[in-house]
């Protein structure tokens, strides 16, 4: 069946550094893939979507990549800051609901100060 | 967030009731849908509704119903209300532009608990 898999662990990281985070998907391959920000006790925001024919996306301090054959996107917040301390979500369509969006459980990051 | 906007944002219920939360957006989209979420499970599509004639089940659509009342409103419904639909519960929008790539809006969420 279709799954979607991110970073089980949280990221700790220190200010300034680059946080990296993983969205693995197996059994499917999707057409594009969403990424969001969620912090707590609110609604998850749009960041960036990448298209299967985009190998990298990139918004400000945040940088997207799409393996199609891995199989895998990465997130990457470059010259991390305390305010980039939230939860963030891949969502890639999944074919089990009609290529409705589907959302990974979330990796939270931590950037101290 | 203040373009969705959720009704109650908080709830706590017995078991066994009807419960019903609200949505509205003015954002003018046709798209809109309903999600749950629970830790460590991420958000998991109950309804959905591409116009106010469309409504469509998600992945966990048992014992929940919807209806849009209107292009701007789309409520959720738990008939009878069980402890294990305890979550969070997020409406969220989209436009129709271009098909499925489109983003979604969402709102501030609804934390209900079931008793």
């Given at each position: 069946s279709q799954k979607i898999e991110q970073n089980s662990e949280a990221l700790n990281i220190q200010e300034g550094k680059t946080a990296t985070l993983t969205c693995n998907y197996t059994n499917y391959s999707p057409a594009y893939l969403q990424w969001y920000r969620q912090d707590p006790g609110r609604g998850p925001v749009f960041l960036l979507l990448i298209r299967e024919n985009e190998k990298e996306k990139r918004k400000e301090r945040l940088k997207v990549t799409f393996d199609t054959t891995l199989k895998q996107s990465l997130f990457h917040i470059t010259a991390?800051?305390?305010?980039?301390s939230a939860t963030y979500l891949c969502a890639p369509p999944n074919p089990v609901n009609d290529y409705k969006l589907s959302f990974g459980a979330g990796t939270t990051v931590t950037v101290r100060a | 967030d203040a373009d969705v906007t959720q009704t109650p944002r908080n709830r706590i219920t017995k078991t066994g009731k009807r419960i019903m939360l609200e949505c509205s957006q003015t954002k003018g989209h046709d798209r809109m849908y309903w999600y749950r979420q629970d830790p460590g499970l991420g958000l998991r599509l109950i309804y959905y509704s591409f116009d106010v004639k469309d409504i469509n089940k998600g992945e966990i659509s048992d014992g929940y119903s919807v209806s849009r009342q209107a292009q701007a409103k789309f409520s959720l419904s738990l008939e009878s209300a069980i402890p294990n639909q305890t979550a969070l519960y997020f409406c969220a929008t989209s436009d129709n532009r271009g098909h499925v790539y489109n983003e979604q809006f969402f709102g501030p969420g609804t934390r209900l608990t079931v008793l």
């Open positions: 991390s800051q305390p305010a980039d | -």
